[in-house]
């Protein structure tokens, strides 16, 4: 049972480019995180998605930054016009409609943005 | 969401052990207490959860006390493997859709 998949791990964009992040949530899950760390900083909620729907996206910011999780296929998160500021890793988590306590949330390993 | 204090880094050795010590004074009744570990160029990867008292896995143990406005992350035993850090979160995580807050963690350094 493969947990979430992330890809592309490493990724670099020079500045105004386009960067497309993909989440590949775990079998049986329906529930879809991203978060964002900063070099040396904890993790930052971005946005909750389920099937086709935003439901949360209280932690995107405003411009050039959105997320999808269709019906098929991956999650994705865009990131329009990249700036050196975007730099970071990004982060997606999957759950069941009810985290199990025993697992809680699953991390995957991460896309590690880089502008140049 | 309660906020969470934890120290910023520990240093250890080989075969001792680890505690951890998570203030979160404003923990409201309907918040859970889970502990991540971090290695570099990973995502976090959930160690343990409790509520109250005592819970023990086959990595770690976790004591709350009664107040529950703190709470300990045991780690017995290190080993080398086990830098990383960790951080502790506060939250009704049960329901899907809770977003974590993660503060800046413990960073602990097991040294042979």
């Known amino acids: 049972n493969a947990g979430v998949m992330q890809n592309p791990r490493h990724l670099v964009r020079r500045r105004g480019q386009e960067a497309r992040l993909r989440c590949s949530p775990m079998?049986?899950?329906?529930?879809v995180y991203w978060y964002r760390q900063l070099p040396e900083e904890g993790l930052k909620f971005m946005v909750y998605l389920q099937k086709e729907n935003i439901i949360d996206e209280s932690g995107m910011p405003k411009e050039r930054f959105s997320a999808e999780f269709p019906k098929e296929g991956p999650s994705i998160l865009r990131i329009q016009q990249v700036v050196r500021g975007d730099s970071a890793a990004y982060f997606c988590?999957?759950?069941?409609?009810?985290?199990?306590?025993?697992?809680?949330?699953?991390f995957g390993s991460g896309t590690r943005l880089t502008v140049v | 969401l309660a906020k969470t204090t934890q120290p910023i880094s520990m240093d250890s050795y080989e075969g001792q052990e680890v505690n951890i010590t998570c203030s979160h004074n404003n923990i409201a009744t309907n918040d859970y207490i889970t502990w991540y570990q971090q290695f570099p160029s990973q995502g976090p990867r959930f160690i343990i959860q409790g509520y109250k008292t005592k819970v023990t896995n086959e990595v770690a143990s976790l004591f709350i006390p009664a107040d529950r406005k703190s709470s300990t992350l045991s780690l017995p035993r290190v080993s080398l493997s086990d830098t990383a850090v960790y951080y502790c979160?506060?939250?009704?995580?049960?329901?899907?859709?809770?977003?974590?807050?993660f503060g800046g963690g413990t960073r602990v350094l097991v040294k042979p």
């Open positions: 988590a999957s759950s069941q409609t009810f985290t199990d306590a025993n697992y809680g949330y699953t």
């Open positions: 979160l506060v939250g009704d995580d049960k329901a899907a859709g809770n977003k974590l807050t």
């Open positions: 079998k049986g899950h329906s529930h």
